[in-house]
């Protein structure tokens, strides 16, 4: 049994959200991954990835076996402004483990895409660490989508560092996996600095999502804002983490986390926690979460317009979605990710 993704503050026991329990185990063995597709035309790529200790990620043991048998690494330094890396791991019955690191240096502007994708029934699985530096003034751009199969396990460890104006946008399409653990640690320490972090989650079967966003806001007039929308249906379950700490010396910083949660089944489970902590004065912060079950009166009106009950559930859960979808840069992405949804509400 594995304990991961514990928040940076304890709460009580009865909430059931201070971590995670799973069975899952770690491989004990580098193995081979070779179905790695990587698009870049003029970016620095290299395999020179510092070794550091995160913050905060997932937990010590799959940290240190990230370390110990990692099968790919990639240092992504832009060289042009504007340039889209995208990045595919495919799993199939040859290349089942990855254990992946990844740092992305963004100097001017830089768009990344990282895409794990099962082409295999088999058990898959994935513990990645994703690092993102913001350079003084640049901008980076990082889509993360999971579409592993229902069998497999997909630990995620995001970690971003931020300097003077500096800004990283993610954009985390989590659908896939029996198991998805994501946490995603932001260090506002640079002035002017800005952190913006949308997730959509899908939890069919017994899926498991759980999400720890934590966000330390040291900067002057930093920004950071936290938006996840999720469903979930069958007997999957959700656990959403968040965490906005404004540090002494940040003044004029703002900061926003909001979650909802469609309950598409009786069964469904969904536990919020967002946190607001402080030791600045002169801040700005706002936090909430909500679930609900789908609002009978767009699902009559849909219907009534001749679409059948399961199409009409698939609209409205899309039309939610599609705030964050739209940040998508990739089109050709952005029909992917709303066909995976299309076959998970069937």
């Known amino acids: 049994m594995l304990e991961l993704n514990e928040t940076p503050i304890r709460t009580c026991k009865n909430f059931n959200i201070n971590n995670i329990e799973i069975e899952a185990i770690l491989p004990n063995k580098k193995q081979e991954f070779n179905n790695i597709d990587i698009k870049a035309e003029n970016t620095i790529l290299d395999t020179n990835v510092k070794d550091y200790k995160l913050a905060f ?124 653990i994501i946490n995603n640690y932001s260090d506002l320490y640079g002035k002017n600095t800005k952190c913006d972090i949308k997730t959509i989650y899908l939890g069919t079967k017994e899926q498991i999502k759980d999400i720890n966003y934590i966000a330390d806001v040291k900067g002057e007039k930093a920004n950071v804002n936290i938006d996840v929308q999720g469903a979930l249906r069958d007997s ?33 489970k969904s536990i919020a926690l967002p946190i607001l902590l402080c030791t600045e004065e002169d801040v700005e912060g706002n936090h909430g979460a909500a679930s609900g079950k789908v609002d009978e009166k767009k699902l009559y009106y849909i219907m009534s317009r001749g679409i059948e009950y399961k199409e009409a559930v698939k609209l409205i859960v899309k039309a939610n979605f599609n705030k964050i979808i739209s940040e998508v840069k990739d089109e050709s992405l952005k029909e992917e990710i709303l066909n995976e949804i299309d076959k998970k509400l069937d």
Do not use: W
């Open 57 to 180: 990620g997932n937990g010590e043991l799959v940290e240190i076996n990230n370390k110990i048998i990692a099968n790919h690494k990639l240092r992504i330094e832009e060289n042009k402004k504007g340039e889209t890396i995208e990045i595919t791991y495919d799993f199939d019955d040859n290349n089942l483990n990855l254990i992946n690191n990844i740092e992305i240096y963004a100097k001017n502007e830089i768009n990344v895409i990282i895409k794990y994708i099962s082409k295999t029934n088999k058990p898959c699985f994935h513990n990645g660490i994703v690092k993102a530096y913001g350079k003084e003034n640049s901008k980076a751009n990082i889509t993360i989508v999971n579409f592993m199969n229902l069998e497999s396990n997909n630990f995620e460890a995001i970690q971003s560092e931020l300097e003077d104006n500096a800004s990283i946008n993610y954009c985390i399409i989590d659908i896939g996996a029996k198991n998805s």
């Open 236 to 268: 999957s379950k959700k656990h959403f983490k968040g965490t906005i700490d404004f540090k002494k010396g940040c003044k004029k910083a703002k900061g926003n986390e909001s979650e909802y949660c469609m309950l598409l089944s009786d069964k469904a």
